[in-house]
């Protein structure tokens, strides 16, 4: 059964996107069949996977407000073992129609949970792949609370700057609501430092901060702030495709064999 990692921190411009595009196809190249899934209106991680705005057929709106099936909005990326249930800008007008669609189902005495739209869909498929990977919105509104319903497990990506930890508090809060609430299996799959710029102390004094927080929930792969590895997106690829020698290539598939390996070690430990 398929693994669904959310890819969460509400704060923008902290490397959600680009570690959802390169870890999925990461994934995929070590032999994984994946799917990734845009959970943001503006579509970044569609684009970065090379899927044209213009060819999208159906996207994740469709299927949230029950428009279109999963099955016929799932598409084959060219990467390898990478399918894209792509995201569009219509996907911003999500929280107003399912609070209309939660209004009209109760009209009717039908169940209904706005919470849970993902999370259902999600599990019709799961079973065709081995990771799904959800790229989750700058935000804790309905997408992502949908995000954490249907995930096992989440991904935080904190940035390697001064004020890493601000928002964390609000973030870790907003998980164990989740947990609570709707999701009581959630996990934190890992916490994973992006950005880094070599060679600096301030580098290294919020490494430890962030260490001495979240403790071996870490990852001992961290992403360096490269410019290939934000030049690859407007080039449709993934950075092992766009730079298959770059230290970006080499990070992300450390990343996925981390992730790889946590996944397998848990599924011994369970047998
Ligand atoms: N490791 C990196 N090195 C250099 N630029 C990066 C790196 N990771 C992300 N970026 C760039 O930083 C910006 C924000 O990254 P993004 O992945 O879109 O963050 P988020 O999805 O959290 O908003 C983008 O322009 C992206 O290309
Ligand atoms: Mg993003």
Same mark, same amino acid.
């Given at each position: 059964m398929g693994k669904i990692i959310a890819i969460v921190n509400q704060k923008g411009g902290v490397g959600k996107t680009t570690t959802s595009i390169n870890l999925a196809a990461s994934l995929g190249v070590l032999n994984k069949k994946v799917l990734l899934v845009?959970?943001?209106?503006?579509g970044n991680a569609t684009t970065g996977v090379g899927v044209d705005k213009g060819d999208i057929a159906s996207s994740i709106y469709e299927v949230l407000v029950m428009k279109s099936t999963i099955d016929e909005s799932i598409i084959k990326t060219k990467s390898k073992n990478l399918s894209l249930l792509p995201a569009y800008l219509n996907l911003a007008g999500a929280e107003m129609e399912l609070i209309e669609l939660e209004r009209k189902f109760k009209s009717i005495d039908k169940p209904f949970n706005r919470v849970l739209r993902l999370k259902e869909e999600l599990d019709k498929i799961k #079973?065709?792949?081995?990771y799904i990977i959800i790229d989750c919105p700058?935000?804790?509104g309905i997408l992502t609370t949908n995000a954490l319903a249907a995930a096992d497990s989440v991904l935080i990506p904190v940035q390697c700057e001064y004020f890493a930890l601000e928002g964390i508090m609000q973030l870790i809060n907003t998980i164990m609501l989740a947990q609570k609430k709707v999701?009581? #299996?959630?996990?934190?799959e890992g916490v994973l430092l992006t950005m880094l710029t070599a060679n600096t102390n301030l580098g290294l004094e919020v490494i430890e901060s962030i260490k001495s927080f979240f403790k071996e929930r870490v990852y001992n792969t961290i992403i360096p702030r490269l410019i290939r590895l934000a030049e690859a997106p407007s080039h449709g690829k993934p950075i092992l495709e766009y730079e298959p020698r770059s230290k970006g290539t080499l990070a992300y598939l450390n990343l996925a064999k981390e992730v790889i390996e946590r996944n397998g070690t848990k599924e011994e430990s369970i047998g």
């Open positions: 845009d959970l943001d209106p503006q #079973n065709n792949y081995e700058p935000s804790l999701n009581p #299996n959630l996990d934190i």
